[in-house]
């Protein structure tokens, strides 16, 4: 199987796992319920906008719940799929998506 299809595929599943998240939500736009349609305002929301919106939508990015060591994993796994950030803009985007889209609280 091709890297196409394969990546088609998951960006439809994550599509329909998004569908049913704001279906579940309470309504007022919180991390808890609807997934943001959107990134917040900050430092890395351009780079967020040109480098996640490429492939998928932003609830896709903004229903993850990483640590720092998640977002790595996933921006290099973004990378090696054709994501192009220079150090500084990988590290910047990083922090942004750990400042908001961090781990929950207990």
């Not at 569908?19 to 609807?34: M, N, P, Y």
């Not at 790595?72 to 950030?85: D, H, I, R, S, Y």
């Amino acid at each position: 199987m091709s890297p196409r299809p394969a990546l088609t595929a998951l960006v439809l599943a994550a599509g329909l796992a998004a569908a049913v998240a704001l279906s579940a939500g309470d309504g007022k736009g919180t991390r808890r319920g609807i997934y943001l349609s959107t990134f917040p305002a900050g430092a890395g929301r351009e780079i967020a906008d040109r480098a996640c919106l490429m492939c998928h939508s932003a609830a896709l990015t903004t229903q993850q719940a990483k640590d720092s060591t998640g977002w790595e994993k996933t921006l290099g796994q973004m990378q090696k799929w054709g994501v192009v950030l220079t150090p500084a803009e990988h590290d910047t985007l990083r922090q942004f998506l750990v400042i908001h889209f961090g781990p929950r609280p207990k």
